[in-house]
Each structure stands twice: as structure tokens, then as C-alpha cells.
């Protein structure tokens, strides 16, 4: 409900459950300086959130999730000192994990064979492969911008010059 609605005091004379919406999504009104406005406006405007109001939800989640963090367990610390985090794993995958287990690691948990995959860095492996082609990639594409603009000084020059028309 916004500050500047006609039916808000029709609607506080109704009493307070003719003011509570049945819906899932509710409206809030924020209040905001000229300066909290402005810092607003420069994210929209820069891009990073396409509305005030898209930008408003994603701080509003940020808040609530940092404030509910601390409220939330911690993992359990096992005798050896490890966390137990879950894994997320398609059965085809689990599969070959634990057929991997059987044959090749004597029979150990998928869970061990998991954490020493992880800790001795083939999966980071795979990473570095990605952010490395990413910025090979980046990198060619500035090279790719500044020859388009080379081609575009060239291309310019020569309409001046009078060697070509549009």
C-alpha cells in the first residue's frame, strides 16, 4: 500500500483485517531522502539492477539472509576434525563413484574419495581450465572491438577522402 493512497483511511476505519491482504506478495512503502534516492537512482542507472524496486527486493534479501545466518546451526565437526556437507550427485554419477570405490580404492567411501578429489584440486583443475579459456576469450573479443574500430577509422577516412561511398 503506498503512503499517497485515497483509500487508506477507508481502509484503517474498516478495522486491521480489512487492511491485510490474502495475497502472497504484499506492498511496502520506503521512505528515502533525497541523497538515499540519488545513490538508488546511480545503480539503476549504471545497469547493475534494471529497476528501484528490483534493487530494493535484492537488498531486502541480503539483509534477511545475513540477519538469519547467525541464527542458522552450524555443521557438526566429526573426531577427525571434518565437516559433512551434502553433495549433489545424478545416480549415473553416484554410480560410477562407487564402482570407482570397489576397484580402483579398495572399497573405500565415496564420501573419502569425493573430499580427496576435491582436495587434491582435479576439480580446480577443471576451473582454471574454464577461467583461463574465459579470459582468453574476453581477451579476443577486445582485440576483435579494436580491429572493428580500426576498420571503422579506415572506412571513415576513405568516405572523406572521397575513394568510397554509402
Known sequence: MFDNDPNRDRARSRGPDAT?????????????N???LQ????????????????????????????RSM??????????EGFLEVPVRLRPEEYAAFETYSHHVANGRPVRDILAEIIRR?????????????????????????AQVGALQESGKDLERRGVVGR
Request: with cysteine; net charge neutral; glycine share 2%.
Open 20 to 32: 491485510r491482504e490474502a495475497t502472497e506478495d504484499a506492498r511496502i512503502a520506503l521512505r528515502c
Open 34 to 36: 533525497r541523497k538515499e
Open 39 to 66: 545513490l538508488v537512482d546511480s545503480f539503476v542507472s549504471n545497469g547493475e539492477f534494471p529497476t528501484r524496486s528490483e534493487l530494493m527486493r535484492a537488498a531486502l534479501h541480503a539483509f534477511l539472509r545475513a
Open 70 to 79: 547467525p541464527t542458522t546451526p552450524t555443521p557438526v565437526v566429526d573426531a
Open 121 to 145: 584440486g582435479e576439480m580446480e583443475l577443471k576451473v582454471q581450465e574454464l577461467v583461463a579459456r574465459a579470459r582468453a576469450t574476453v581477451r579476443d573479443a577486445v582485440e576483435t572491438r
